[in-house]
């Protein structure tokens, strides 16, 4: 397979159709419920976590610097618009150091900005590749690669985990509140039949 086949493959556009629709979904964000924001996130962020293995090898870059598009005002506009979106949750209990097994510690790390870390690295590679020049599209698949290994992959798997754990208590919250809901619509239920029955006996 020549290096251009390769650069245009299905499993290497697949991605980048992925990453452009994570990429719109935070630009987006919905008015809807958090359970529904959980559930999106951990749907797209598990498939570009699975997909980025199937990119390309590249071998060489055709430069060394490569070229970045979120800038920093863009960056603290959507970290402050994700701090808000998910509240009181946004702290978490994150580990360091985690490429040297037994020098890590527990800190505090912040979900929001794990997520727009993630946000930037995935724009700034659909938006080289999307350039359409080889250079370009060879350039950002080595470079979302390297950073993927060396930076963003374990913060995905962290915000992975993170909201998994708010998923299923946001449902067990919401399942026990509908299931209160309906235990005092039946209790209501059953005090009008008592009252009645009480007054159709006298």
Same mark, same amino acid.
């Given at each position: 397979?020549?290096?251009?086949?390769?650069?245009?493959?299905?499993?290497?556009?697949?991605?980048?159709?992925?990453?452009?629709?994570?990429?719109?979904?935070?630009?987006?964000?919905?008015?809807?419920?958090?359970?529904?924001?959980?559930?999106?996130?951990?749907?797209?962020?598990?498939?570009?976590?699975?997909?980025?293995?199937?990119?390309?090898?590249?071998?060489?870059?055709?430069? $060394?610097?490569?070229?970045?598009?979120?800038? %920093?005002?863009?960056?603290? /506009? &959507?970290?402050?618009? +994700?701090?808000?979106?998910?509240?009181?949750?946004?702290?978490?209990?994150?580990?360091?150091?985690?490429?040297?097994?037994?020098?890590?510690?527990?800190?505090?790390?912040?979900?929001?900005?794990?997520?727009?870390?993630?946000?930037?690295?995935?724009?700034?590679?659909?938006?080289?590749?999307?350039?359409?020049?080889?250079?370009?599209?060879?350039?950002?698949? $080595?470079?979302?690669?390297?950073?993927?290994? %060396?930076?963003?992959?374990? /913060? &995905?798997?962290?915000? +992975?985990?993170?909201?998994?754990?708010?998923?299923?208590?946001?449902?067990?919250?919401?399942?026990?509140?509908?299931?209160?809901?309906?235990?005092?619509?039946?209790?209501?239920?059953?005090?009008?039949?008592?009252?009645?029955?009480?007054?159709?006996?006298?």
């Amino acid at each position: 397979m020549s290096k251009i086949e390769a650069l245009i493959a299905q499993q290497t556009t697949d991605f980048v159709k992925l990453c452009r629709k994570y990429i719109d979904y935070i630009d987006n964000l919905p008015d809807k419920k958090v359970t529904e924001f959980w559930t999106t996130q951990l749907n797209l962020l598990s498939g570009i976590y699975n997909q980025i293995f199937l990119l390309p090898k590249i071998d060489a870059r055709y430069e $060394a610097y490569v070229e970045k598009f979120v800038t %920093e005002q863009e960056y603290n /506009k &959507l970290f402050r618009k +994700l701090e808000g979106y998910v509240g009181s949750l946004d702290k978490f209990p994150d580990f360091t150091n985690l490429s040297h097994p037994g020098s890590f510690q527990v800190i505090e790390t912040s979900l929001s900005e794990t997520l727009t870390d993630i946000y930037q690295e995935v724009k700034d590679f659909v938006l080289l590749y999307e350039t359409g020049t080889i250079e370009n599209m060879n350039d950002a698949i $080595a470079d979302c690669v390297d950073s993927f290994g %060396e930076y963003w992959g374990v /913060k &995905l798997l962290a915000a +992975l985990r993170i909201m998994h754990i708010n998923l299923y208590q946001n449902r067990y919250a919401e399942a026990k509140k509908e299931a209160q809901t309906i235990d005092d619509e039946i209790e209501k239920e059953m005090l009008a039949n008592s009252e009645f029955g009480e007054e159709g006996d006298e």
